[in-house]
């Protein structure tokens, strides 16, 4: 069983930061890849950002210049830091981690970032 807590989210101006955490625990970090996504009122929730190892691999191209994914395998937490906000990245976010040896999805409980002035 893999455990998310996620924290940061908010009320923010466009053009403004956040960053989003998203702590786990119940397993080896470094066996899980972690992903944040989205879900905005009336749409599908969408993927913005995986991180696997320490490694990048994905980002929506909604967010690409602006939204950056790491992880800190010593603290086991991933965080979205977000600039540049848009009144479009207003959404709920979501922690998913996928543990590489049985498959299993996780899921954290969604942080609301809206973005407005």
């Known amino acids: 069983q893999v455990q998310l807590v996620e924290s940061g989210g908010g009320l923010v101006q466009p053009g403004g930061s956040l960053r989003l955490s998203c702590a786990a625990s119940g397993s080896r970090f470094s066996l899980i890849d972690m992903s944040w996504l989205r879900q905005a009122p009336g749409k599908q929730r969408e993927l913005v950002a995986t991180i696997v190892s320490g490694v990048n691999i994905n980002l929506a191209d909604s967010v690409k210049g602006r939204f950056t994914i790491s992880r800190d395998n010593a603290k086991n937490t991933v965080y979205l830091q977000m600039n540049s906000l848009k009144p479009e990245d207003t959404a709920v976010y979501y922690c998913?981690?996928?543990?590489?040896?049985?498959?299993?999805?996780?899921w954290g409980q969604g942080t609301q970032v809206t973005v407005s002035s």
């Open positions: 998913r981690a996928l543990h590489r040896q049985t498959l299993q999805v996780y």
